[in-house]
């Protein structure tokens, strides 16, 4: 069997996974979903003169969590729980390519954001009103790929951080989180302190929330591509594949 045929079965087992573990995938996908109905139960009390309504802001923010979840959070700590398990060790001692390992996990986690994209889309569309951006479709699939991509290599990166499985909600948890609350995801910033303006820039997520902000618009015209903060994303996401070569760790960390 070929190396590229060894990843897609990589793919199909992890997949499988998942999907055996009904508890855990069902919160998956509905998670978002309550973030989504509080987040507009609280701040969707109007629109503005434009038009422009919270459902308009949390639809793509919330797509954005989305991804953070699948391609972020969820590798980071499922790596680091099966290198201490000694998982990853065995694995790489057997004919199973590293690299094929590596990008089942990627796809499969790629593959859950693009459906988590879908019902969060659907669920806006269907119960807010908001429209979905077909003719910006192609800044759309770019943005979120390349987000995706991005994270999922930091997930990898920051994985060899982790020094225990104890330690990987908290570790990965905070990592992330806060820069939620300050990359216009869960919250509209609007005239923030200058330092905090300047933090979350420094950051992917923030350029990740306002690329698809500007694809979901309904003000804005235009193809939708936000070249700058795409830049920035690739930008990390190379940084993220260098730290990965770098510092990923198949053996379990020394207690």
Sequence with gaps: MSDLALAVRQVRYVNRSFWRNPAA???????????????????????????????????PGIIVYSIVTACYTNIAMSVVITREDGILKRIRGTPLPAWAYLVGRILHAVLIGALLVVIVAAFGAL?????????????????????????????LAVSSLVPNADAAPAVVNASIFPLLFISNVFI???????????????????????AMLGVYDP???????????????????????????RFFSWEPHAK
């Design 188 to 210: 509209r910033l609007q005239d923030p302190p200058a330092w905090l303006d300047i933090a979350g820039k420094v950051f992917p997520i923030r350029h990740f929330a306002d």
């Design 127 to 155: 119960f807010y009103d908001v429209r979905v951006p077909w003719d910006r479709l192609p800044a759309l699939v770019l943005t979120l790929v390349l987000g995706a991509g991005t994270l999922c290599a930091l997930g």
């Design 25 to 59: 995938a069902f919160f998956t996908f509905v998670f978002p979903l309550i973030f989504m109905v509080i987040f507009n139960v609280l701040f969707g009390g109007g629109s503005t003169a434009e038009g422009f309504t919270a459902a308009d802001f949390f639809t």
């Design 219 to 245: 003000l804005t015209s235009g193809s939708g591509f936000a070249w700058g903060d795409l830049g920035v994303i690739a930008l990390w996401g190379l940084a993220g594949v260098i730290l990965t070569i």
